[in-house]
């Protein structure tokens, strides 16, 4: 089942923050956010795995409650760069581990930056 | 640059044709995936291989199919093409196929036009 992202679009002004919401109604292994340009592809940006760990760019920060299968992507300080539309993309943890690398991205969140 | 490279760029083709696009993945990487890209269908993940080897598999028709050969390259083959298999076509690898940190770099994409 796809994830659900919010908001659907968020519109800043530079230097301002977000946060950005990714909720499965499935447990999960992994949360991954991407951020991709128009005509662009995807750029990875984070991972969260279950358990705690999780690798980066050092400016992104995200969160991941493994309990209520969400997470957040918080952009601080937002500059004309981060504009794109947002993806989480989350990773299913059965016991089997058959979902394992399988990603189900939500439908994207659109973050405009303006000057 | 993620370093994960595909073939064409643009692939413009009648209905009912044949086409082939390839991908190259990041140097040391063992696992490609194929998505495909579309306006009202989002970021739709296709099939995993690892090594070679079929992973996982995702809302993938019949009329397509994908191979990774021992050089670690990967084809997606789409047959018996129809007006709404137009769309961008990613490639991504990863250096495992899961679990643990399996972040996917994406190639710049494939841009399938069916006329």
């Known amino acids: 089942q796809q994830p659900v992202q919010s908001p659907q679009a968020v519109i800043l002004r530079e230097g301002e923050d977000a946060v950005i919401n990714c909720s499965s109604s499935?447990?999960?292994?992994?949360v991954h956010w991407y951020r991709q340009k128009h005509g662009e592809a995807p750029v990875f940006l984070m991972i969260?795995?279950?358990?705690?760990e999780q690798k980066g760019h050092e400016k992104i920060s995200a969160s991941f409650n493994e309990k209520k299968q969400q997470s957040s992507l918080y952009l601080t300080a937002s500059q004309l760069s981060y504009s794109g539309t947002y993806f989480c993309?989350?990773?299913?943890?059965?016991?089997?581990?058959?979902?394992?690398?399988?990603?189900?991205f939500g439908q994207g969140t659109i973050l405009t930056v303006h000057p | 640059d993620s370093g994960v490279t595909q073939t064409p760029k643009h692939l413009i083709t009648a209905t009912g044709q044949r086409v082939t696009l390839r991908c190259s993945p990041r140097?040391?990487?063992?696992?490609v995936y194929w998505y495909q890209q579309s306006l009202d269908q989002g970021l739709q993940f296709l099939i995993q291989?690892?090594?070679?080897?079929?992973?996982a598999k995702g809302n993938i028709l019949e009329r397509f199919s994908a191979q990774q050969f021992p050089d670690l390259h990967s084809e997606l083959n789409l047959s018996s093409l129809e007006l709404g298999d137009s769309a961008l076509y990613f490639c991504?690898?990863?250096?495992?196929?899961?679990?643990?940190?399996?972040?996917?770099?994406f190639g710049p994409g494939t841009r399938l036009t069916v006329l």
């Open positions: 991504a690898s990863s250096v495992r196929g899961g679990p643990g940190y399996n972040e996917q770099f």
């Open positions: 499935k447990a999960l292994y992994s």
């Open positions: 969260l795995l279950k358990g705690g």
């Open positions: 993309g989350t990773e299913g943890g059965n016991a089997g581990g058959t979902s394992y690398g399988k990603l189900t």
């Open positions: 140097s040391g990487d063992l696992s």
């Open positions: 291989y690892y090594n070679g080897e079929e992973r």
